[in-house]
């Protein structure tokens, strides 16, 4: 199973950007997804996470109400959505995939529940 992320770069305080995550070599319908994010210096943390299903979705508390996640199985795809991006929030975002046999549950708020991860992509945020 091959994830790769793409759609960082420089971006400015308050703009957006779209995350993109396309999962290959696996059955991608059965997957539950999530964005990390890992700042310099400091441990991965949890962003945001999708169900199988797509209709349960969880964000950690600084993004909720401004990033969305979502997810395409016609495109074998997981996004991110980002808006008023903020300096803190520069990063390497990374998507990450588990199997998983329940529709409506996220995999979990930590790296060590997901088995399958992309390579990474910079954002980085000017204030």
């Known amino acids: 199973v091959q994830l790769q992320a793409s759609g960082g770069g420089l971006a400015q305080t308050g703009v957006s950007l779209r995350l993109s995550c396309v999962v290959s070599?696996?059955?991608?319908?059965?997957?539950?997804l999530a964005w990390f994010r890992q700042a310099p210096g400091k441990e991965r943390e949890f962003v945001a996470a999708?169900?199988?299903?797509?209709?349960?979705?969880a964000y950690t508390d600084s993004v909720r109400g401004r990033f969305s996640i979502s997810r395409d199985n016609a495109k074998n795809t997981v996004y991110l959505q980002m808006n008023s991006l903020k300096p803190e929030e520069t990063a390497v975002h990374y998507c990450?995939?588990?199997?998983?046999?329940?529709?409506?549950?996220?995999?979990?708020?930590?790296?060590?529940?997901?088995?399958?991860w992309g390579q990474g992509t910079l954002v980085t945020v000017s204030s």
């Open positions: 999708i169900s199988r299903s797509g209709t349960t979705t």
């Open positions: 990450a995939a588990r199997a998983t046999t329940i529709f409506d549950q996220i995999g979990g708020r930590t790296p060590q529940t997901y088995s399958y």
């Open positions: 070599g696996g059955t991608f319908h059965t997957y539950a």
